[in-house]
Each structure stands twice: as structure tokens, then as C-alpha cells.
């Protein structure tokens, strides 16, 4: 695949992706839609990759200046539908405006975004909660103790109907 330049891999529930065995003349890679929690870059070195799709994965945090070492002509890096933390993206857009590195495709700039109840708003650039947030978390408690009142609620009704059978 030496002479590969546009590689499409998203859609693919990917967890983690080796970049190391990527040929080194690969323009365009996207791996959006996946489920990428990290993005490990040791090791790797794609110099005339100007454009990285990571939108719509569980990535939490960017590694920018590993990124910029291993990808030095980048461009384009959409970002958005991760779990990063807001302060985690709103640093990301930050270094990346600081790089001239675009962090959005076209029409997601051009006018007002407005983004799901489960996700934040950074630079007209919609985000994730985190699953680990303080209402998801809450939400999760209070399901679980819905869930054990219901079961206990269904065994005392078995328990009592079987007394009852017996006479």
C-alpha cells in the first residue's frame, strides 16, 4: 500500500488504532465513528498527513504535541462528538488555532449550532458528556435504586401470594 493516500476507516467500533504500519504517504486518514479512547502516537511518523478525522469517538484527551512531532504538515483535525472534558477542549481548540490547524469541517462554522441535551457547546463545536459525569453518575444511582425497589417489590408480591395459596 505504498501509494495509498486516502484511508477510510470509520464506522468500525475501533477501540484503538496502530498508526505505526500507515504508509508514510498517506494524505487523509478517518477514523471518525469509531470508539477510540486513546490515541496512542509512539513511534509514529506520518509526514504528509494533512488531514486526521477523529469526530464522534470516546477520545478524553489529546496528546497536541505528540500529535504535532508525529504529523508535522496536519491541517484539518475534527474533533467534535468526543468525551473530552470542557476545559480539555476548550485547551485543544486553543493549541490547535495556535498551530493553524482546523478543527472543524465547513458548514459547522457558518452558522448557529445547536447541540443535543447530553452534549456541551465549545467554539460552535458540539462535544459529549462524559460518562463519568456528575449527572450521569446521579442518574445512575437513582436507576439502580429504582431497579432494587422494583425487585424488592416483586418478590414480596410472589411471597405473599404463595402464603396465601397455601390456605
Not at 476507516?9 to 505505526?20: S, V
Not at 508525529?70 to 467534535?80: G, S
Request: overall charge negative.
Amino acid at each position: 500500500m505504498d501509494n495509498l493516500t486516502h484511508l477510510y476507516l470509520g464506522d468500525n467500533h475501533f477501540e484503538t488504532i496502530d498508526l505505526r504500519p500507515l504508509p508514510k504517504g498517506l494524505a487523509v486518514l478517518r477514523v471518525l465513528r469509531n470508539e477510540l479512547r486513546e490515541l496512542s502516537l509512539a513511534g509514529v511518523t506520518l509526514p504528509a498527513l494533512t488531514e486526521l478525522d477523529l469526530e464522534s469517538n470516546a477520545l478524553a484527551t489529546l496528546d497536541l504535541a505528540a500529535l504535532f512531532t508525529a504529523l508535522p504538515a496536519l491541517r484539518l483535525l475534527p474533533i467534535a462528538y468526543n468525551t473530552f472534558p470542557k476545559e480539555e477542549a476548550e485547551r485543544i481548540i486553543a493549541d490547535l488555532r495556535r498551530h493553524n490547524v482546523t478543527f472543524y469541517l465547513g458548514a459547522e462554522q457558518d452558522g448557529e449550532v445547536e447541540c443535543d441535551q447530553d452534549e456541551y457547546l465549545v467554539d460552535n463545536l458540539c462535544f459529549a458528556d462524559s460518562m463519568l459525569s456528575g449527572r450521569s453518575f446521579w442518574k445512575a444511582l437513582f436507576l439502580i435504586v429504582v431497579a432494587v425497589v422494583v425487585v424488592t417489590v416483586f418478590a414480596v408480591s410472589v411471597r405473599w401470594i404463595w402464603y396465601q395459596m397455601r390456605y
